[in-house]
């Protein structure tokens, strides 16, 4: 760092990304993007505004939320936009955290690294033993609440009324609700929105929508929360999502009935490797997402990810407490799969 770095920072430990190697070919299971590429049209719609790159955007970015509120069944005003939901989690923890912030122990690691950056005071509440989120703890708490579901890195979902219990149970704060992985097996709130005003559902185009390289999330709630966050948009930057962007995503929600379509092959590929892993001794747990979550008694979760990275496997180690054991794979094409588990057997018999 220079010396001129403000002191506030001094202490900040930024996220650390899964790894995006560039060197050399690797079946690449470690930051839960989609082995499938974009459908024809997004990559036609998506190049046809690289044409008219010289003019700025719609910073209301209107059609894209258009077919949002369509595809989720509320109205415009319901629905914001950003570049990645990234972006959202971190103005949503800067508008509503003022009372300090919730969230699990093991989850998403950029929740902390939000807060320390915003300075908001946070608190981590640790799940049961079995990595579940356990709802009692999660009543009436005085600050925000954030968390995923399907959480990462376990892939564990709670019930669409468990959440809704939660909501309940904290009319004085908003509750973000992150559901990055919804679409490959768990319950959305999205049908909770029109009943409390402290509901913030947060999506992204990421994941399910094959999109990680767009950058494109949104968020779901009544009206005066969008309003809170398109105030911070546009008091920084209003031309968040660029014009290729908010095309791809328009062309990926008209093609969205094969988005949902190469979920359910992604769920068939997960349950398949679950069944295979478990098999070789693996305790995996039970997945709602497009990662599996699994540890051995046969290998630490370090040297298991180490061997595979050798082997030109990459999977994600977090080296963290109660979960190092651990490595958290990503579901990719059903032949990157049998790559992965044709490697683990080769390092366990080696
Ligand atoms: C991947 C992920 C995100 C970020 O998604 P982007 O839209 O790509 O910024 C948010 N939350 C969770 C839990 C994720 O796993």
Known sequence: MSRFLCERYLSLEAYTPGEQPQDMQYVKLNTNESPYPPSPGVVEAATAEAGRLQ?????????????????????????????????????????????????????????????????????????????????????????????????????????????????????????????????????????LVEKYDNLLVVQTFSKSRSLAGARLGFAVAQPALIDDLNRIKFSTNPYDINRMTQAAGIAALAADETNMENCRRIIATREDAARRLRQMGFEVLPSSANFLFARTDKIGGGDLYRALKQRGVLVRHFDAPRISDYNRITVGTPEQMDALIDAITAILEG
């Open 55 to 191: 003019l700025y955007c719609d910073p209301t970015a209107a059609k894209l939320r258009d077919a949002l509120a369509a595809r989720c069944g509320v109205k415009r005003e319901n629905v914001y936009v950003a570049n990645g939901s990234d972006d959202i989690l971190y103005f949503a923890f800067m508008a509503f955290g003022g009372d300090g912030a919730f969230f699990p122990d093991i989850t998403y690691g950029f929740y902390k690294v939000y807060c320390e950056l915003l300075g908001v005071r946070y608190e981590k509440i640790p799940l049961k033993d079995d990595f579940s989120i356990d709802p009692a703890q999660y009543a009436g708490l005085g600050g925000m609440i954030a968390f995923a579901n399907p959480n990462a890195p376990t892939g564990l979902a709670l019930s669409r009324d468990t959440v809704e219990g939660i909501v309940r149970a904290n009319p004085g704060h908003v509750v973000l609700v992150d559901e990055a992985y919804v679409d490959f097996g768990a319950e959305s709130c999205l049908p």
